[in-house]
């Protein structure tokens, strides 16, 4: 059930971004992938263990258990690139705070473990910025840093 509720808050998080990518890419356990193009927003579900993916007349199911990781891109090239800034949310595993580090002003968004955006705000990006979570629920948060996720588990 764990596994299922972080895949689920992982799905959200990549329907997120995926309005701006034009490829969807399902890695399989068996290493197998499946590269699709996509020429509108793409809608996507979880139910009884199964991702459901529907676009553009497309509609495909995966078994849970067989999908190792999903990833859009904005190039249908299968090259993807490598975006390497000193961006990072820290400590993943945290009870009290939890701390942003930018190296400029950036937009940091707090999502729920439904997928829900419970805060929004401005960092400077001169300093790490303290988050208390302390009276967080425990659970899976994302922490996105100018649209760049971070995980993190409250205990």
Known sequence: MKTHLLFSVAVVLLCVHA???NSLKVLLKSQEAITY???EKPVYWTSANTLFVKSSGLSQEFDLDDVEKISFSDSASGVESVNSDDTSVYPSLA???IFVSAPSASEVEVYGDEGYLMSK???SGSDDVKINVSSWAPGVYIIKVNAKPFKIIKK
């Open 19 to 21: 309005n701006a990518a």
């Open 37 to 39: 193009v996509l020429t």
């Open 95 to 97: 009870t009290d705070a």
């Open 121 to 123: 705000t401005q960092i």
